[in-house]
């Protein structure tokens, strides 16, 4: 089965930055997936808190970003690459949480800010933002 695999994650302090990416263990799968995203979960949420960050449409390339990250947030994809990645730029502690790629490989999902309709998942990699 084919995973996602998140890298760049770590502690920095806030105003720093941090970028993510996210690579699957298979080609084709971010060049070919109709709907990317980036969720997070943050400290004491369960799987089902898990909260969107940024998505895009891969034919479109519309985006989406959640309020509070919008204009400190990118998401952008290197089909060439076949990376999927989430620059982050003045961090603030709120952004705290393990940081999740996903990808809908099927169709382009409804709502692209919520988790339904992402078949594809990777396992996270953990942001810190200290004060």
């Known amino acids: 089965q084919v995973q996602l695999v998140e890298s760049g994650g770590g502690s920095v302090q806030a105003g720093g930055s941090l970028k993510l990416s996210c690579v699957p263990s298979a080609s084709g799968y971010i060049s070919g997936a109709y709907s990317l995203a980036w969720f997070r979960q943050p400290p004491g949420k369960t799987p089902q808190g898990r909260e969107g960050?940024?998505?895009?449409?891969?034919?479109?390339?519309?985006?989406y970003y959640r309020d509070s990250v919008k204009g400190r947030f990118i998401i952008s994809q290197d089909n060439a690459k076949n990376t999927l990645y989430l620059q982050m730029n003045s961090l603030i502690p709120e952004d705290t949480g393990v940081y999740y790629c996903a990808a809908a490989t099927f169709r382009d999902v409804q709502y692209p800010m919520l988790p339904y309709g992402y078949n594809r998942w990777g396992q996270g990699t953990q942001v810190t933002v200290s004060a």
């Open positions: 960050v940024a998505a895009i449409y891969n034919e479109s390339q519309t985006t």
